[in-house]
């Protein structure tokens, strides 16, 4: 409804997208699954608007050789359910996925499902069966997440062709096309329709305005059809609602004329990603739940440093003694963007982490009284449970670089020395 809006704030040139987030609701009788079918829920959504005749994108070299577990329609018509393994550029090569823009935005759908924590082992895409697509559909391709349940479609991703704007654009009257202007004029012959209006409107009174869109919504071969119907006498054409006309050529005529064409008009097709945000984070946190194997009871969500509400755990010995350390860590660790927390209640340092560590939080800082002594600062990653020390600054500046995911735990190894659980104090 905005794509007129949005063409203008693009200065008139396609591609581009729109995105938006909202709530959705179905009309389920009989909701079931759990929290993956539900009434109502949160989707987001991308409309990239791009032209039918180039379906090419500017950026589909960056992720033309990301490796993707597909399942083609054939292969689901033939009663197999392997998926295949290949990268992007060689499924859109192969026809497999439609154009470069789709796989593009298949692509990057991957992307930021791994990103956010889903395993990529229990990822995988599947195409649209032809008696499942929608009518109007070029393709369209699932992003399916096995869970307790079994597979469950969380994104879909479908080249819609130029369907919704020519519906919109019907229904209101309003066009919703772009505008091409060609380097080089191309002449053609086209039929061209001219309405005798004053004989029309003491004729059809009202129903002018429906008579006109009947016409001007015909191709060539209709109108070819109609010209011939009226150098009969009279010719009768039909509305969507099967209201019958009858023309005379005193009415309207129709000639075949050259029109020099300098500026190419078409109707923008979309490709639309849409994401199911619950069934994602149900999946993500199913994905990311375990239990240690020395103690079932102690259990771990492993949220991705991007996602995990707090990013650092700040623990100090209990004692007051350490409050001025703690409000310096924690004013370092703000001043560089990484949100932390303090739990400097009465349980042992372990009971704070493991309790910390079902909750997602990645790292953790413990100050003691080496942490007086000597300013250094142990740093602990959630998974392994490794502990690094160093500087109190350097373990700020390398949890940062974590958090931020410039480098990865193997990286801080190298960057901090590891921390055997002994420090002498003097």
Partial sequence: MNFSRLLSFNNGKLPFASAQIGRSFRNEISPRAGLLRVREFTMAEIEHYVDPEDKTHERFHEVRDVELDLLPRDVQSSGNTKV??????????????ANETLGYFVARIYLFLTKIGINPARLRFRQHMKNEMAHYACDCWDAEIHNSTGWTECVGCADRSAYDLTVHSKKTGIPLIASQQLEEPIVIEKEVVQFNKRTLGKM??????????????????????????????????????????????????????????????????????????????????????????????????????????????????????????????????????VFSSVDDSNQSIGRRYARNDALGTPYGVTLDFASLQKGTMTLRERDTTEQLIGPIDEVIAVVTELVQGTIDWAEARQRLPAYDGVQALD
């Fill in 84 to 97: 295949t393994r290949m990268t992007v550029g060689e499924a859109v090569k192969k026809g497999i996925i």
């Fill in 204 to 337: 059809f009174g009202k129903e002018l305005p429906v008579i006109q869109n009947i016409v001007n919504d015909m191709d060539e071969v209709s109108l070819q059809k109609l010209k011939g119907e009226l150098a009969q006498g009279v010719a009768t054409i039909v509305s969507s609602e099967g209201r019958e006309f009858k023309l005379t050529p005193d009415l309207l005529t129709i000639e075949r004329q050259t029109i020099k064409q300098s500026i190419r008009e078409y109707t923008p097709n979309v490709i639309e990603p849409s994401f199911g945000l619950g069934r994602i984070l149900y999946c993500l946190l199913e994905h990311s739940f375990w239990s240690r194997e020395q103690d079932v009871e102690r259990v771990v969500l492993s949220l991705p440093p991007i996602i995990a509400p707090t990013k650092v755990l700040i623990v100090p010995l209990s004692t007051k003694r350490f409050d001025h350390l703690v409000r310096d860590v924690s004013s370092k660790l703000r001043k560089s963007g």
